[in-house]
């Protein structure tokens, strides 16, 4: 069992100051005061006098084994490290496939995710790639969602962009349907991921789909909504119709040069005009590649997305965007939870699952982090590292 004390807490609503009681991966309670003295009963006591405790972070868009490979072999990148997720608060991570449905396979993913598991972290997946049709593990969709523990929707589904399969309409639509029909079946998100691109549909397709057929809006989850000006306007109009819209935080300076939009700017341009904050979300995009591609569509440049990311720009819109704690932790928090369907995730709530991350008041950089209940790093001092660091 562990105790902590005199923590001010955001669940992400600010609670104020207050203990929390956790036992057996879950939090027990949350109160006030919390006097637990036993001499039979062995108990851990974190004191958090100077430190906001908030939920751990879900980062929903990370390639768990590498991506890239648009500039040949010599560029896939790697796959992920623990230690990278728990220097970065991230005690939840939704694992992708990219560009590269043929080298990287989802039986390696799926792989990839169950280690994770094992090494302390909360691990899912998504079925799928750029590519369509949708290569599946079992014989569709629906089986993959339905029977697979670990995968709860599709993606991540590229479009407007010059490496996509150029999907059609229908067979977006088709796709979104049964990914739909999954996540019925079983309780899960079923969920669409949607890769968007440079191109100047944008989020057309989507849009056409939802006003054709009986499928919502929130069945589908775009990301890289960022990546330009225009396509930001774009979700900006999508995000106020009711859609979700993701950002992405990993990123170069060279990108933000040619016009793509930083995270935090851009939630707080988001807020301003309007849209709902449990709208938007931020992910990383980690281990996956920043390729820089000229208007010939020729590769001249390439990065690595990192999550540390993810929390950096949550940091920069409460320090430098003025926006609330309580908002901006939100979207790396009770907001992918909510449209995941990660029911014990993304809150500082009984029973929930106990996933913490301290922030240094006076800083506000990540100190402690705990995942199920298991301190994973104290003091910065990370504790538990991936089973080959």
Known sequence: MLLIKNG????PEALGKNDILISNEKIEYVDKEIDFQSSSVPIQILDASNYYIVPGFIDSHVHLIGGGGEGGFKTRTPELLLSDC???????????????GTTRT??????KCRALEEEGITSFVYTGSYQTPVKTVLTKIEEDIILIDKIIGVGEIAISDHRSSQPTKDELARIAAQARNGGLLS??????????GDGQKMLSMIEEIVEETELPITQFYPTHINRNGYLFESGIRYAKKGG????????????????EVKCSVGLKRML?????????????????????????GELIGMKVGNVNSLYAEVKDAIINENISIENAISVITRNPAKILKLHNKGQIKNRFDADLVFLNKNTLEIETVISKGKIMMLDKQILIKGSFE
């Open 8 to 11: 001010e807490v955001f669940a």
């Open 86 to 100: 728990v220097k970065g608060g991230i005690t939840t991570v939704i694992g992708v496939l990219g560009t590269d």
């Open 106 to 111: 989802m039986t390696s993913l799926i792989a």
């Open 187 to 196: 309780g899960k998100a079923g969920i669409v991921n949607v890769h968007i």
């Open 244 to 259: 979700y819209v993701d950002f992405t935080t990993s990123t170069i300076p060279h990108f933000i040069d040619k016009g």
């Open 272 to 296: 301003d005009a309007g849209v709902d904050i449990k709208q938007i979300t931020f992910t990383s995009d980690a281990q996956g590649s920043l390729p820089d591609f000229n208007e010939n």
